[in-house]
């Protein structure tokens, strides 16, 4: 009788080892909003240091469409970078299932999607890329949603996400200043649990920015902000902000633009 209860218990803690092997473990490390402003390139770097990991397979850039290029709202390429492959086969079923257009001519220009890219390589260099960048505007939060809700159902377990997304431009300092603090303040009750059901149009009214320049913005992509959001994370961890006024010790609005960095889980 002992001899067949260390058996069982045995085999039990046997298969119990293996469900542990195969259940899906969360990263620690999710996402995270970062600048594509590379006047800020040590603060990029630092911020991916923090968050790098061999073992991810898959990086998905939320970016804005920043010169109004190709076709469609929603737009992704399946060429391959020269230094970075892209995940094919989630793209085409991205193109075959929702919204989204596959058109590679716009990604050379990209900047929000081309400055990332180093970073990836160094930082994931197992990683293939998914590219997603959004015309602003001119895509419907019921659209997001959809392409949301397609990358859902891939297996995100060694998924990370970018929401590359430039923050204050084109204002003096204190009016980027309250911007941000205005941000980041949505950012920290989001995380606490306010604006559970938070829509695009929030976020739009966010992103608007006082000021004499009628091009300026508290941040540049409500769309990829939606767009991380709603993938699931719960936390936000604020890591910096900086601005090119606050780092010159000038406050020259026109040359203004500010940066946050942040983590989220």
Not at 54 to 62: K, Y
Not at 158 to 184: C, G, L, M, Q
Not at 192 to 202: I, K, N, R, V
């Amino acid at each position: 009788m002992g001899r067949n209860f260390i058996k069982i218990g045995g085999f039990l803690l046997f298969l119990l080892a293996v469900f542990w092997l195969f259940l899906p473990k969360n990263p620690l490390y999710q996402g995270i909003v970062v600048p594509h402003h590379l006047f800020v390139s040590n603060y990029i770097d630092q911020l991916y240091q923090i968050v790098a990991d061999e073992d991810v397979e898959r990086v998905i850039v939320f970016s804005p469409n920043h010169f109004y290029q190709g076709r469609g709202g929603i737009i992704s390429s399946d060429l391959d970078f020269e230094k970075v492959d892209v995940d094919t086969e989630m793209i085409e079923s991205l193109d075959a299932d929702g919204d989204l257009t596959i058109d590679p001519s716009v990604f050379p220009l990209e900047h929000g999607v081309m400055v990332q890219l180093p970073y990836i390589q160094k930082y994931f260099p197992q990683a293939k890329v998914v590219p997603i960048i959004f015309r602003p505007g001119q895509v419907t939060q019921e659209e997001i949603a959809q392409l949301v809700n397609d990358i859902k159902s891939y297996d995100s377990v060694k998924t990370f996400f970018v929401a590359s997304v430039d923050f204050t431009h084109y204002v003096p300092e204190a009016i980027a200043e309250e911007n941000d603090r205005e941000t980041v303040d949505w950012f920290s009750r989001w995380s606490a649990g306010e604006h559970e059901d938070f829509s695009l149009f929030e976020l739009q009214l966010l992103a608007e920015s006082a000021g004499d320049n009628l091009d300026a913005v508290a941040f540049d992509s409500p769309e990829s902000i939606y767009a991380l959001l709603k993938t699931g994370f719960h936390n936000f961890q604020f890591v910096r902000r900086s601005s090119v006024n606050s780092l010159i010790g000038l406050d020259v609005a026109a040359n203004n633009t500010s940066h946050i960095f942040a983590i989220f889980k």
